[in-house]
């Protein structure tokens, strides 16, 4: 662990940084590492902890997550990517943790919970629960992480009722992060379902907050976007 977080300060770069951080309107820690090398450096380094016992790399994750920085917080995002196959459901007890204690943007919100989150609620369909509780929390970023999660299934046409349930809960919620998450997930599965989330769209476009609105109709046709935004 401590060979990749040397590795990550010794490629950080100040404009890089800076360039980073202007993502973000909430406070960020960040080396200043490209994506594509620190995906490349994670990568690399996954290659010397493949064959530790799952729970081994899990801890491993852990300690980048706990570290703050975002770059580790891709390092763990990425190998627990590669390693959700191995999961099993006593592990959602883990990303629970990572969501709730250590997710504090919507890089790593995103990154973690489009592919390791959502994969395990593709293995494990009964914990669609968990993501509804999920969305009834007061932190932002686990409310994010609700819709988030599902952005892969709902592309494939998966989950379209456990969607609109989670699209209720958050429905008016006031935080941008949040609204953006939701929005996000209703345009994902309005590329198989989009008549039934254009029909969701209208009869909720009244309480509706513009942002969750317009994420939802990015990819309907101009004539759908128009009764949907119309008052």
Not at 47 to 57: G, H, N, S, T
Not at 199 to 213: F, S, W
Request: net charge neutral; with cysteine.
């Amino acid at each position: 662990m401590e060979k990749v977080r040397q590795t990550l300060i010794g490629a950080a770069d100040e404009k890089t940084r800076l360039s980073g951080e202007r993502f973000f309107k909430e406070e960020v820690k960040i080396y200043g590492v490209a994506s594509a090398s620190a995906q490349k450096f994670s990568r690399d380094f996954f290659k010397e902890v493949k064959d530790l016992p799952k729970d081994e790399i899990l801890a491993l994750c852990e300690e980048f997550w706990k570290s703050g920085y975002m770059e580790e917080s891709f390092v763990a995002c990425h190998w627990s990517d590669l390693i959700h196959e191995k999961l099993v459901r006593e592990d959602f007890a883990t990303l629970e943790r990572w969501v709730s204690l250590y997710v504090s943007n919507w890089a790593s919100c995103d990154t973690l919970c489009n592919h390791t989150v959502g994969g395990f609620i593709d293995m494990y369909p009964e914990y669609l629960g968990e993501l509804k509780r999920w969305a009834k929390s007061s932190n932002r970023w686990v409310k994010r992480a609700s819709a988030v999660s599902l952005i892969i299934p709902a592309r494939n046409g998966r989950y379209l009722g456990d969607i609109f349930e989670i699209a209720d809960i958050l429905l008016l919620d006031k935080d941008d992060m949040v609204q953006k998450g939701y929005g996000w997930m209703l345009k994902a599965a309005s590329q198989a379902h989009q008549q039934e989330v254009f029909e969701y769209v209208v009869r909720n476009k009244g309480v509706m907050p513009r942002t969750a609105l317009r994420y939802a109709i990015e990819k309907m046709p101009r004539e759908l976007k128009v009764i949907a935004m119309s008052k």
